[in-house]
């Protein structure tokens, strides 16, 4: 950070690093002041594991252009892979473990990569189905991942690196965050690389890509490598510290197609739009819940809920891709483009 | 021919070629720039490239049906014929992208009945497409950069930690971009996105992702597609520069005679898959069958009675 700060001039510098920086200390220091546990609880944990499940696939689709529909089942293998490590490996300590659990997902990214070598788009994203179907199936076929328990549902063990807890509420929301934070910066750093470059080259036009010497195949299967990698680590989250138990049936093709609903209604290849895209599938059943029982009281049960979230969401990514094919971040960027010339005329 | 002031001022900086552009070049280039015009002396110079009795149909349909064809070193070579003739079929051939049912091409002396299309820039050929293939979704620069990226050799992990070659990688890259686009006058747009350039300028941004490499050999597929009078003699004369900068060779695909005529050393003329005549512009100018192909037979109907 430091180092990119005494290369540039401080104005230009300002605004690049400087509202990213100040939105983590926000996060860090005033949130666990003043939030309590149903803000961590229901809204902030699910929408960090959200997020970074988005920036995952934002690599793998957005970037790369490569449609998976897969998401749901890196998050399965990295959440059973964690769990698995951690109770299998005595003494492994937790980072090591999500590391492992995060190469896993990876080998499984690219063993289900590997029909994009030869399909494109619509064909892919259904080849990529096979992911979601086959590791469910897996995980809930044989009970040695999750430990033969009787019912399939495990517990996530505690949280703690190098003796320290990450209890409660507060305490697993830093967690989540600083797992989050380190790895969108991570993927910040790929997607403004060489390698991030070549992704775009490959999405926007593969055989260019390979004629001017880029190695289409290898970066495909690079692309579905880190963003199931990603994807798994944000399903560690999803599991050790959202939902403090494990799962198969929480990994199904609606979390599949959540993800990639985050991603569009975010904007693609954008690394904020994950972060946006996450925030209002999270918040917005909250608010429909609150606003349909103030204005409906009794009638508007948990059914009408249910049906409702779908058909408003359904609307909303119609709404988004007629009008908005850029997702929340370009709406964002109008906005503030507008506002910042309104503030210099006035 | 109509030539915008700024067309005319790039002919004139390519016919000055070498007190203008040798600013900033590298010695190699300069080296090898010196050197081209003796090559062309040497009219029997052994072909760069050579296409040998390819025959290439799709389904029932013939596409090229035993074209020979060889290029010298240096030269500019144009290819051309109506629509359909198997002009661009013949590119894709040269370039991999195909693969011919019958014959070979022999480039640099090596023979491949297909073109390795994955290590086509390690052998020193670029190329353009006749549909745009910029990369819409980056910077003008990186598509620039990207004709580069084969020569890369940090991998991702060193690219996101910024260890290792990779920063000077990046900068030695971007520099030769940078080159390559003042050199086609496109550095007012280094930083625009690809895509929202006008058409015109993603052709000469495309034209500067195959020179970035220095290729010996640029295939140019249409370049000049599409574009108005005035843009197309722009065009050409930042083909002929290139040539002489870069001492490449080019072999280009064209549908307006008129320009080609005036750009080329040597041209090849197709004609429903068949290579009808290959000489100089006045040999093929003068050429009975090129003048049936293209402004078709006279018929014995001249008075259009009954029509």
Redesign the interface.
Known sequence: MSAIATQLSPAAALPKWLAPLLLIAFAYVVIPLIGNSYLFEAILLPFLALSLAGVGLNILTGYAGQVSLGSAAFMAAGAFAAYNFNLRIEGLPLVASIILSGLVAAAIGIVFGLPSLRLKGFYLAVSTLAAQFFVQWALTKFSWFSNNSASGVIDAPKLSIAGFEFDGAVGRYLFALTVVVVLTFLAHRLVTSQTGRNFIAIRDNDTAARIIGIPVLKTKLLAFAISSFIIGVAGVIWAFAYLRTVEPAGFDLDRSFQILFIIIIGGLASIRGAFLGAALIVVFPLVLSRLGGFLLGDLFDSGVLDMSQRIVLGALIILFLILEPDGLVALWDRVRRRLTLAWQSS | MPISNHAFGTIEASVYAPEIFAQGLPAAQRQAHGDRPRQLAAEDAAPLLALEGIGLSFGGVVALADVDLSVRPGEIRAIIGPNGAGKSSLINVI?G?YRADRGHVRLYGARYAQVP??????LGV??T?QNL??????SVL?NV???L??R?R???AG????VGR?RR??QE?RGRADQVLEFLHLTDVRDRLAGTLPYGLQKRAELA??LV?EPRLLLLDEPMAGMTAGEKSEMAAYVRAARDRFATTVVLIEHDVGVVMGLSDRIAVLDYGRKIADGTPDEVRNDQRVIDAYLGVASDNEEGAGI
């Not at chain 2, 299309?117 to 390690?122: I, N, P, Y």
């Not at chain 2, 293939?133 to 980056?138: D, H, Q, R, S």
């Open positions: 370039s992208v299309t994955q290590r086509l820039a390690h670029a190329r497409f293939a910029l990369f819409k979704g980056l990186d950069a990207s004709g990226a084969y890369t940090s991998n991702f690219q996101i930690l910024g990779t990688e990046q890259q992702r195959a490499a």
